[in-house]
């Protein structure tokens, strides 16, 4: 022992240590450990003792069951002789004892139990009844009318929670008011982060020896020396790689789903450097370098959960989520319930990244998961309330498509039907996977969306009201169905209006108006701890009395000792958090993931017989209206006069109801598209949908569809009309000329609608702006009124189409003469010339090749928040 360091004796499990204070000691189930318990409630690596310098300190290591010094659960504490610490379990856990050595003992043992006993001694604070159930019509605050809790033999009157706290306050002895505390508060409030392996306490699913000059390649494929058996990992995913000094590398193979550093990812076929301390991600599984040995952890499901102090801060300072802390336990069923603005929307975008919270954390197995959301991503699940797919599909078919984007493009198609057909028996769904998912029923469409969900084995899935609109008998099915998934491995957190039910649920969530938490711990208490007879009454004491200070009573209570207070006492690991984006490796090329898309979509659209048959109505409908515009001479010249032609006002009439036909056709094919498919396109794009991809398969397929319409509009309006003599491009052809015209304003009349389907937040605004869009392009076209030579209006009729269309086909019709303006005025746009009609083409497509870009850039607003760079 070194000068001045008392000498300390550990005894554990019959074996005692003389301990040295020039190192530490790792306690747990690790055979490579100083202490080495076989006890299935210590965790692999539980806690470490070791001298601080001033004193001796036990730290746990962020272990699953805990570590408990009469009977309270601590991170870090000083200890000595007379200390008594158990493991896993506050009763009965393996016990460590210390006593002082062959040196006189200190004081120091006895003020450390003494003070580790305080806070078990003292009662908790401030908890107060709350509210009783009043009559209609009394909705004055509970300060205000002397309340009573009905359920006591005794009633007391009711005290708000702020003075019943300074009223006990003042009947305690001082040595009360100022309990003695086993850690010191700058200790306390450590995070147990602080020196716990990222991964968790979880012992390693196997190990792997790495010799130097070895390569070890990792992969789904059997020739791999580690073989990974999950599909979100690529056939040759990543290799380790010893470096000329001794050190390791890893190398990503090019691999789909990416490979992963302390949650960052490799550069595609990249490598970076591996320390003793980085944990590597590879599918459901991670790595950690110990030594010359590689451990293996593989994420079954047995991971930790939790929220600390998450905050979520919106424009004005507004708080509407308020310090939540809870943890979920291991394989677990927990709801969320609340009135109306309480925040469970918002905790929920918080819990899954989708909108990170501005303070606190959120923990994933002890990782943060705002940090490494790229990684954990796919571990997590997500049932948002509407459905997650494609309505128009059959269940196997939508599974399929969905699963071809998820899983790595080296997938072979029989693994890939392996896992559908594995989820459909699971959820009992295989009798209905020919059937279309329209004519399925409410719980059996949200079956069909868990059933998507668990393609990629989800360790973590939440449910947002996945009950909304279903019947009572379906509530108890769709419940009853989140109860077998936790009982089968995973934990299950579900947002929900519904009360019925709730006893299946291992922990439940009651957050109050404001967005704090008013309630935590088993459902059958809940009730009990509110002093209520029915939900109902709850709810009603949230509504009436709004101001009452619901989340201050809910700590002050002994359920907040019990079930969050270890939670709720650790710090966050941030404050005002920055999250970086989410760099998101895609499954599949680019190039996979359009042809996916595309294929998906036209089988969407030929599902659909009333798209169809408006697809070649509408187009037929609005060039027959053309052909009731009466005209002589067409499109061509009258009798010759004195210009070489006579003026022919009626080919601009019928050049004005074509392209306004076509841009009405074109914007009607898209506006809704987006718009309908926007929660379908939030998760896909949260588990590596490409943006363009996507929108480029609408642009593909929807731009061949508008091309066919525009064929129909102008073949039947210029079928019986009389044509110009010749064009200027396409001499013999002058037809054509004019229908490309028609084509290219259908596709940018297209984009159009893509961009109001992408504004709108619902499909009902959709109707009106379409309308005003197509009546817009009527005043815009140029051939009602003189605007070219108008400072105002002639430039920002360069924003319409319509305007370079009818241009375009003015040019081939050599409009100036058809219809001439005033003397010497010519409009400049309709120029008999060739370079005329092809100026006017091109600017028409690259205005729709722009609002492209537009819409991929409003396509970001509907991404999660934490993924938008």
């Not at 269940?395 to 559908?420: Q, S």
């Not at 009395?545 to 009573?553: A, H, I, K, T, V």
């Not at 979509?601 to 030929?606: K, N, Q």
Request: glycine share 10%.
């Amino acid at each position: 022992m070194g000068r001045g360091v008392p000498e300390l004796v550990l005894e554990l499990n019959g074996r005692t240590w003389t301990l040295d204070p020039s190192r530490s000691y790792n306690v747990g189930r690790d055979p490579q450990g100083d202490m080495v318990l076989d006890d299935a409630r210590v965790s692999w690596r539980h806690a470490t003792v070791r001298w601080a310098g001033h004193s001796w300190i036990i730290e746990d290591q962020g272990s699953t069951n805990g570590t408990y010094v009469q009977g309270r659960r601590i991170h870090q504490m000083e200890i000595g002789p007379g200390t008594s610490v158990h493991l896993g379990n506050a009763t009965d856990g393996p016990r460590v004892t210390l006593s002082a050595g062959a040196q006189a003992a200190d004081a120091f043992g006895a003020q450390a139990a003494q003070a580790a006993r305080a806070p078990q001694q003292q009662p908790a604070q401030g908890w107060q009844a709350p509210p009783a159930h009043q009559p209609p019509g009394h909705h004055q605050p509970p300060a205000q009318q002397g309340w009573q809790a009905p359920p006591q033999d005794q009633q007391q009157p009711y005290v708000p929670p702020q003075q019943a706290q300074q009223a006990q306050q003042a009947q305690q002895p001082p040595q009360a008011q100022q309990p003695s505390q086993a850690v010191p508060p700058q200790q306390a409030r450590q995070s147990p982060q602080a020196g716990a392996p990222a991964h968790g306490d979880r012992s390693p699913t196997t190990f792997h020896r790495l010799d130097s000059g070895r390569v070890m390649r990792i992969g789904r494929a059997l020739e791999n020396e580690l073989v990974v058996s999950d599909l979100q990992v690529s056939r040759h995913h990543a290799e380790f790689r010893a470096t000329p000094d001794g050190r390791f590398e890893i190398h990503d193979l090019g691999s789909h789903n990416g490979t992963y550093i302390n949650g960052q990812p490799v550069p595609k076929s990249g490598k970076a450097p591996v320390g003793p301390n980085d944990i590597i991600g590879v599918g459901h599984s991670t790595f950690r370098l110990v030594g010359d040995r590689l451990e293996e952890f593989v994420d079954t499901g047995e991971v930790s959960f939790s929220a600390r102090h998450l905050t979520v801060t919106v424009d004005g300072g507004k708080q509407i989520l308020k310090d939540v802390s809870f943890g979920v336990p291991e394989k677990s069923l927990v709801a969320v319930i609340g009135p109306s603005g309480s925040g469970k929307s918002t905790l929920l975008k918080a819990l899954t990244g989708y909108r990170p919270a501005n303070q606190g954390d959120v923990l994933y197995d002890n990782r943060n998961l705002y940090k490494h959301f790229a990684e954990l991503r796919q571990r997590i699940g997500l049932v948002p309330q509407d459905d997650i797919l494609h309505k128009e599909l059959t269940v196997e078919k939508a599974l399929r498509y969905a699963a071809k984007l998820r899983f790595p493009g080296d997938t072979a198609d029989a693994e890939r039907k392996a896992r559908i057909d594995e989820v459909l028996h699971e959820l009992k769904l295989h009798v209905h996977k020919d059937k279309k998912v329209t004519s399925l029923s409410g719980g059996q469409r949200k079956r069909v969306s868990v059933a998507l969900e668990l393609l990629t084995k989800p360790s973590l899935i939440f449910l947002d009201e996945p009950t909304s609109g279903l019947d009572p008998g379906m509530d108890r099915d769709v419940m009853q169905l989140l109860r077998g998934l936790a009982d089968d491995g995973r934990t299950v957190l579900v947002v929900t209006h519904s009360v019925a039910e709730l006893a299946l649920c291992d922990k439940l969530l009651v957050m109050a108006p404001g967005g704090g938490v008013a309630y935590f711990g088993p459902p059958e208490e809940a009730l009990n701890f509110f002093q209520y007879d029915s939900w109902a009454d709850v709810f009603s004491a949230f509504e009436n009395y709004r101001d009452y200070d619901w989340m201050g009573r809910w700590r002050g209570s002994p359920h907040y000792q019990m079930y969050a207070a270890d939670i709720d006492s650790v710090a966050p690991q941030s404050v005002d958090v920055q999250v970086p984006s989410a760099r998101i490796h895609k499954s599949q090329s680019w190039g996979s993931q359009l042809w996916t898309l595309m294929r998906r979509y036209v089988s969407v659209l030929a599902s659909d017989r009333g798209f169809l048959g408006l697809m070649v109505i509408l187009p037929a409908v609005l060039g027959v209206v053309s052909m009731l515009i009466p005209s002589d001479y067409g499109l061509g010249y009258g009798p010759i006069n004195k210009i070489g032609g006579r003026p022919n006002r009626d080919a601009s009439t019928i050049m004005l109801i074509l392209a306004v036909g076509m841009c009405f056709s074109g914007a009607a094919n898209s506006v809704r598209e987006l718009i309908k498919e926007r929660v379908i396109y939030e998760r896909e794009r949260a588990t590596g949908l490409s943006r363009s991809a996507y929108l480029m398969s609408k642009v593909i397929v929807l731009g061949v569809v508008t091309a066919f319409q525009g064929v129909i509009i102008a073949t039947i309006g210029f079928w019986t009309r009389n044509l110009p003599s010749e064009g200027l491009i396409l001499a013999r052809s002058p037809q054509i000329e004019m229908a490309l015209a028609i084509i290219a304003l259908g596709f940018t009349s297209m984009m159009f609608g893509l961009v109001i389907s992408s504004l709108v937040k619902t499909a009902e605004k959709t109707m009106p702006l379409l309308v005003m869009f197509a009546i817009v392009q009527v005043v815009f076209t140029g051939v009602l009124f003189q605007l070219f030579d108008t400072p105002g209006v002639a430039q920002f009729a360069w924003l319409m189409p319509s305007r370079w269309a009818v241009a375009a086909m003015g040019t081939t019709a050599d409009m100036n003469t058809l219809l001439p303006w005033e003397p010497g005025t010519p409009d400049p746009l309709w120029k008999h010339q060739t370079g005329v009609y092809v100026m006017d083409m091109i600017i028409l497509i690259g205005l729709g090749v722009a609002l492209a870009f537009v819409v991929a850039r409003l396509l970001r607003r509907h991404e999660p928040e934490v993924m938008r760079k």
